[in-house]
Each structure stands twice: as structure tokens, then as C-alpha cells.
């Protein structure tokens, strides 16, 4: 394909795609098919893939997230993004309409609302410029916030380009949907790792990672709720209407209300049909809709005078404690689980909650044979708030601290923040099962076709007592002695098993299950000692002293190294030819690229980052994180970040993997 048609498809394509995103998230009505979707979607990739230099600023493949960030800049606010007080009755309500009225001055008998949904995300402020999106800044203190522009970029429901070419600042609240939390605390419980909160807290954890492409798999979505341009609106509601034209999501649970008494209807009403949202609410927005009258409503140095919150309250039932259940996770943590008679809350049926710990039920004075008020914490999680006491019959039991694991029987202790208890068991049971399958995951050992399913099935018929046994007891014969597994399957696997003793060892590292060690961490400390037997020897204060280490990871690698179970465990995988040092690249070494900086952009198809970096300094070159005057050559791969734009303003040379490997 010509350049000048390649560069015409590609903007096409682009121009259809973002038409299909907006009426599938924004619209929730659907044009075309996922596949019709998908096959467009991949002949743009391949098209940019194939020709950066025509990437569009507002492709749809930016929404798979760019490159990882050093660290987030502060950015000042051109308005400041004031808080909004607080109401949690009608009483309330009617003296914030009294007090607009009196600060206003106004001769009207009632004052025209906009009511909305407050939603219990995270309050970002959204710069455009020309049409394209510039700049998008958390609240922060109000004053200044993080720029966390390439997250945001992630997010489907922001437009990357608006048809507006004068300068707009839209804000707007990200959230996340309730299954989308609940997928991502299931897969945070399987790898050993404390789940969220709730999903506010899930969604303003994602916004603080540093990589976008992580950012990306949570599938965060935003709402706009406020504009700031020199439109000619005359009020707020012309406003949000401006917005929902301009490809903005704007919620349609919203009404335009003649006075107070119409906005606290309109919230009563909400109270009850806001578990039947996807999405999390707290309580609902009433705002001055005339402009003219925002401005002389004024602020405090605080929260703005022509809007106020209502609050809803947290909706509780009362049930009864029948009994606490220990459940043992991956890491050996041990967590007390309330089984309760079962409840309605908040729309769902509750026969389960958390009590997080045994310092908690401490706290709570809570006994089996309890009535006890619990709710939902962040609309999706049951939990106990506080026992009745005064319904007591005096059948009620306290409920024990374990001394020993209820699983195993092995011993535990308290953990590094003296709360939660963990059993040091390596072999126990309810920990085998977890650990192996993190053994073999992707970012692990990425034993293919070894996952939960047949876990379980080898755990339990013995063949599996930790994932030492992986190497030796998984053969071919074994494999075939089984039901339902085909003689393909069984070659496949013991192959998958065979090509894993030759993982990186930051992989190995990760795969042991160290707590609080993910793979960012494996990979610094492989690469400062080299080997697993160094690590194992170092002491809590060299790791400590290790830049992104620091003493709660020292002390979790140097108790992982202190126990003999663990020490027998990875004797066995060395034992079995699992490369236990780190691996040595096959090039020899050479100044070919000397002299020279390279920095690499964008997904890669022939190499892993870390490998063609390697390379690169083999032979003599540079690799340097961000493209500058000094920089030689940009690698560019599918997806590129903003490394491209700058390498372009900059005159660097652009290299594809194939102009790279001639090279």
C-alpha cells in the first residue's frame, strides 16, 4: 500500500473505530459486532505497527496503555477544583436553599437545580486544546493535583479528540464497575495479594500505577459532570448538554428541578434504586443551574457555596453470627470469616462477611450467637459494623485465636505489621494449591497448560505436594495413567514443563511466592545478586539497602530464606535443572553501538524489552529511558508512546525492529 494511501486508511480507520467506542461505552448501544470490531481494530494496529510516523494522537490503540512512568509531575490548577459540603437530611437541604437565596440577593421564590448522582470515583480535571487531549490532573488538594495523563488515556470513555477547537476544561469523576471490581479482587486473592477495599479505592490505586498498560486491564470509565469554556451557556444544564454533544459521557440519571423540594424528591427516590446501578453512587449532587448565580454564590477557601452533597446513608440490617470459619490464603494468611443467617442488603442476599482479623473481633466485642448490624463498605463488601449486646441470651461463645493452623496444624506467627496471623507452613494444604498454581503463571514459570484445573486434580491424587514436584513427579507415563487426558495434552505439558527450567530468573524469583516480592521486584533483585543462592544468603540490611526494596521486603525474602521447608523446596528445583542463576546473553560483546543511545519504544514482537536492551549494551551502546538531543536511534514497536512525538520534534532516528536487527 502507497504512503499516501496507508496514511488515508489509517486515519479512516481511526475516524470508524472511535465512532463504534462511542456508541458501545458511551451510547451503550452497539453498531457493530465484536468481531467486525476486532478485525478493524487489528488491521489499524498492523497499518501502525507497520508505519508509526502516521499514528494519530487519538487512535484507539493508545487505549491499551503506553509506556511506564518515572514518576507523576504536580500540575497546578487553572481553577481550583474546590470540595462540596456535606447534607445528610431534608432539613438540611432547605437550609442550603435559604442560604443561596440570602447570598445571592435574589427575588425569586425558588431556584432552579440540576440534581446528579454523586459518584464515588476519583474527581479528575480533563485540558483541550485544538480538539485533542492535553492534560488530565487529578483534584489533588484542590489547588494541584498529579498529571496522570497517559492513565487517563486508557480509559475508554474519554474522548482523545473533540470536535470543540477552542480551549475546554472538562470535569469528571473515573469509577469502576462493580463486576470489573470484583474480577480484579478475585485475581488479587489468587495471587496472594490484599484485595480492595471498594471500588473507589480500587480506582484510585489503578490511577497511581506507574505503568499504563496495567492502568488499561482495570477498565476504568469516566463521567463528565462540569465543563469550563467560553460556549455562550447560560446554565449548567446547557452545559452538560454541550458535553454529551461533544462525545463526553454525561449520566442520564439526572434531572433539571424547579426548586428544593423537587431536588430532595428526586434524591428520595434515588435512595432505593441505587444498588441497581453497575456502579457505585454515595449520595447525589444538587447544584445551582444558573451560571450568573454560581457567581455570586462565590466559595469559601474550601467548597464552592452554590452546591452541596446529600449524603445516603449506609444501609444496614441486623442478622445473626452463627459462626467464624479460618480461611488459610496462598501466603498462609489466616482470615476469620463470619457465616451469618442470611440478609438483604442493599439488594443482594449476605450469609458471608469479612472480620478482616482477630484484633478486629477484639475491637468489635462480637461473639458467635450474636445479632449483629452489618452492612455493605463501599456498596459491594459485607461487613459486621457492631453486635446488640442487650439481645444476648447468654448462649453465645467468644470466639478463639488459633495458637496453630486450622488447616495444617503447623505453627503460625503475626505478621510484619503485627495484625494478621500466617502460618509457616510451606506444605500446608490449603496453601499447595495457590502457591503451585502462582508457580506456573504467566509471569512466573508460564508452564502452559498447567493451570487451576489440573492443580487441584495432582494436588489430589498426591502426584503435587509443593512445586518442587512439578519436575519430577509430571511424567509422561503418570500423565497418561489419568482420565481425560489426551496423549497430546500429556507431551504438551511435559514439554511446557521441560522449556520452563530455562525462565529468566527474575521469574524464578517471583514464581517462589515471596510475600510482598512482585515480578518489578524480582527483577531488580536478579539483577543485583544473580543467582538464587546469593539472594538466599543476603541479609536483611543489604536487601534493605536496595533502591525499591526497603525493610518490609528485606524481612519477608530474609524469613522466606530462614525456613528450612522452603530451602528443601528450591534444593529440589535445582536438583532438577531449573536454572537457578542469571542467564547469560548469547551475543559476545562488541563496539558496534558504541557511542551510541538508543531508547526503545512501544510493543515488541522479536524480543522482550529487557532482552534487546541487553543486546544493545553488549555491543557497546547506551539504553536510555526518555528521548533527548543525545538520543540516536528510537526503537519503535506497536504502540508507541509519546517517546515517538518527541523523537519526531527532536529529528531522531526511528528504527523498526527489522531497521534495528540490518542495523
Not at 459521557?249 to 423540594?261: C, G, Q
Request: net charge neutral; glycine share 8%.
Amino acid at each position: 500500500m502507497a504512503d499516501g494511501k496507508t496514511k488515508k486508511r489509517i486515519e479512516e480507520l481511526v475516524k470508524l473505530l472511535n465512532y463504534y467506542n462511542y456508541m458501545y461505552y458511551v451510547e451503550n448501544n452497539p453498531v457493530v459486532t465484536d468481531y467486525e470490531y476486532d478485525t478493524l481494530y487489528k488491521e489499524l494496529a498492523g497499518l501502525e505497527r507497520e508505519h508509526p510516523q502516521y499514528r494519530r494522537a487519538d487512535s484507539p490503540t493508545l487505549k491499551v496503555g503506553g509506556e511506564p512512568l518515572k514518576k507523576f509531575a504536580a500540575v497546578r490548577h487553572m481553577v481550583p477544583m474546590l470540595s462540596i459540603d456535606n447534607t445528610y437530611s431534608k432539613e438540611e437541604l432547605l437550609d442550603f436553599d435559604a442560604r443561596v437565596k440570602k447570598i445571592t440577593e435574589t427575588d425569586e421564590k425558588n431556584i432552579e437545580y440540576a440534581v446528579e448522582l454523586k459518584y464515588d470515583g476519583v474527581a479528575v480535571a480533563l485540558i483541550y486544546e485544538g480538539g485533542n487531549f492535553l492534560r488530565g490532573v487529578t483534584r489533588g488538594d484542590g489547588w494541584q493535583g498529579d498529571d496522570i495523563t497517559e492513565n487517563l488515556k486508557t480509559v475508554k470513555t474519554l474522548p482523545l479528540f473533540i470536535p470543540y477547537k477552542k480551549p475546554l476544561e472538562v470535569r469528571g469523576e473515573i469509577y469502576m464497575r462493580k463486576d470489573i471490581f470484583m474480577r480484579i479482587n478475585g485475581e488479587k486473592k489468587k495471587s496472594g495479594e490484599t484485595p480492595f477495599a471498594n471500588p473507589r479505592n480500587a480506582t484510585a490505586g489503578s490511577l497511581k500505577l506507574l505503568d499504563p498498560k496495567t492502568v488499561a486491564k482495570r477498565n476504568l470509565q469516566l463521567f463528565a459532570y462540569q465543563g469550563i469554556a467560553e460556549n455562550g451557556a447560560a446554565t449548567h444544564w446547557e452545559m452538560l448538554e454541550f458535553l454529551k454533544k461533544t462525545s463526553f459521557p454525561v449520566n442520564p440519571h439526572r434531572k433539571l428541578v424547579k426548586n428544593i423540594e423537587e431536588a430532595i424528591d428526586y434524591c428520595v427516590q434515588w435512595q432505593s434504586k441505587r444498588a441497581d446501578l453497575p456502579y457505585n453512587i454515595d449520595g447525589m449532587v444538587i447544584k445551582v443551574n444558573s451560571l450568573a448565580l454560581r457567581e455570586k454564590s462565590g466559595a469559601t477557601s474550601k467548597s464552592v457555596r452554590w452546591a452541596v452533597a446529600y449524603k445516603f446513608p449506609a444501609e444496614q440490617a441486623e442478622t445473626t453470627l452463627k459462626e467464624v470459619r479460618v480461611q488459610v490464603g496462598r501466603t498462609g494468611t489466616l482470615t476469620p470469616v463470619a457465616i451469618l443467617e442470611p440478609v438483604e442488603v442493599s439488594g443482594t442476599t449476605v450469609s458471608r462477611a469479612t472480620l478482616h482479623n482477630f484484633d478486629e473481633i477484639k475491637r468489635l466485642g462480637v461473639k458467635t450467637g450474636d445479632r449483629v448490624f452489618i452492612e455493605k463498605g463501599g456498596e459491594i463488601i459485607p461487613k459486621i459494623i457492631k453486635p446488640v449486646p442487650e439481645k444476648r441470651t447468654g448462649n453465645e461463645k467468644d470466639i478463639p485465636v488459633p495458637h496453630e493452623c486450622p488447616v495444617c496444624g503447623g505453627s503460625i506467627v503475626k505478621d510484619d505489621e503485627g495484625v494478621a496471623l500466617r502460618c509457616l507452613n510451606v506444605r500446608c494444604p490449603a496453601q499447595v494449591k495457590e502457591r503451585i498454581t502462582h508457580f506456573t503463571s504467566r509471569d512466573a514459570m508460564d508452564i502452559e497448560g498447567l493451570g487451576e484445573k489440573w492443580v487441584d486434580i495432582f494436588v489430589d491424587k498426591k502426584m503435587l505436594s509443593d512445586y518442587g514436584d512439578i519436575y519430577t513427579n509430571i511424567t509422561y507415563e503418570k500423565l497418561m495413567d489419568l482420565e481425560r487426558m489426551a496423549e497430546t495434552s500429556s507431551r504438551n505439558l511435559v514439554e511446557a514443563i521441560e522449556k520452563s527450567k530455562d525462565r529468566p530468573l527474575a521469574n524464578l524469583v517471583f514464581a517462589l511466592g515471596i510475600r510482598h516480592i512482585g515480578i518489578h521486584a524480582s527483577e531488580i533483585l536478579a539483577e543485583k545478586f544473580g543467582s538464587i543462592k546469593e539472594l538466599g544468603e543476603a541479609d536483611e540490611e543489604t536487601l534493605s539497602s536496595i533502591n525499591e526494596i526497603g525493610p518490609v521486603m528485606a524481612k519477608s525474602i530474609a524469613d522466606f530464606f530462614r525456613n528450612e521447608e522452603n530451602i528443601r523446596v528450591i534444593r529440589k528445583l535445582k536438583d532438577a535443572g531449573v536454572k537457578t542463576e542469571q542467564g547469560r546473553a548469547e551475543a559476545a560483546k562488541s563496539d558496534k553501538f558504541a557511542g551510541l543511545t538508543f531508547v526503545i519504544t512501544g510493543t515488541l514482537s522479536g524480543y522482550t524489552r529487557d532482552e534487546l536492551a541487553s543486546l544493545i549494551k553488549k555491543q557497546g551502546g547506551r539504553v536510555a529511558g526518555s528521548v533527548s538531543g543525545n538520543t540516536d536511534y528510537l526503537i519503535c514497536g506497536a504502540d508507541p508512546g509519546s517517546k515517538l512525538d518527541k523523537a519526531k520534534e527532536l529529528n531522531v532516528k526511528i528504527l523498526s525492529e527489522s531497521d534495528f536487527n540490518t542495523l
